[in-house]
């Protein structure tokens, strides 16, 4: 199955799709988390995405485009794979079809998790981050949390591009570049809404039995 994982930044875009990928069987290509290892490595790729991302802008479409034309064609991604944060622009969305076409593959479903504004920035201020496997915690903000992840006892770390700043920043990109996507989905007829508003088990039932139905409810 490949699936597209659409939604906001904090919509739980990635706590699901980290979920789905281990219960159908498909590797996650998350680009943000692609991209943070080249930023943890120093590479060429990482010194010019460091900076963008900082400021909560998006890395070139040339770039990533490249990512994900490279990421797809190994041997782990060809019974299925789980895109999470890609593609972001009309432009990607436009190359991914290209490169579906290419490789005689095609997108199955996008899974679009809504999730209302308010609540973004609610999550976005109280959300913590594994150092060592980049998994979100959600704690209020100011109040007293754990410091390990309950996974690998990595650090909880507050992301450099969830201070108030930048994650304010990220959602408008979000709502200039990447929302325009769902009209090029919704052509496609591939687009499938989850209220996102819900526990994090919850949304994954949501999510799983609407795979289960045999066509895209939008
Ligand atoms: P994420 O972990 O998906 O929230 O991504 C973190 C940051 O990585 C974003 O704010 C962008 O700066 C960058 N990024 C991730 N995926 C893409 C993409 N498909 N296109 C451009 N920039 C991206």
Do not use: W
């Amino acid at each position: 199955m490949r699936l597209l994982l659409f939604g906001a930044p904090a919509s739980g875009k990635g706590t699901q799709a980290d979920r789905l990928s281990e219960r159908l069987g498909v590797p996650q290509v998350a680009t943000g988390n692609i991209l943070r290892a080249q930023v943890a490595l120093r590479t060429e790729l990482g010194v010019r995405a460091a900076a963008l991302m900082e400021r909560g802008d998006l890395v070139p479409d040339e770039l990533m485009i490249e990512i994900i034309r490279v990421r797809l064609r190994q041997p782990d991604c060809t019974e299925g794979f789980l895109l999470d944060g890609f593609p972001r622009t009309v432009a990607q969305a436009e190359a991914l079809d290209r490169l579906a076409q290419a490789m005689a593959i095609r997108i199955d479903r996008v899974l679009y998790l809504k999730v209302p504004d308010d609540e973004l920035v609610r999550r976005i201020s109280g959300r913590l981050t594994c150092a060592i496997c980049n998994r979100s915690y959600f704690f209020d903000p100011g109040r007293p949390h754990p410091e390990a992840c309950e996974e690998d006892g990595g650090l909880l770390l507050v992301r450099e591009d969830d201070r108030p700043e930048t994650a304010r920043r990220r959602i408008s990109v979000y709502v200039e570049n990447t929302l325009p996507i769902l009209v090029h989905y919704r052509d496609q007829s591939l687009v499938t809404e989850i209220d996102g508003l819900a526990s994090v088990d919850e949304v994954t039932d949501r999510i799983l039995s609407s795979l289960r139905s045999p066509h895209p409810a939008s």
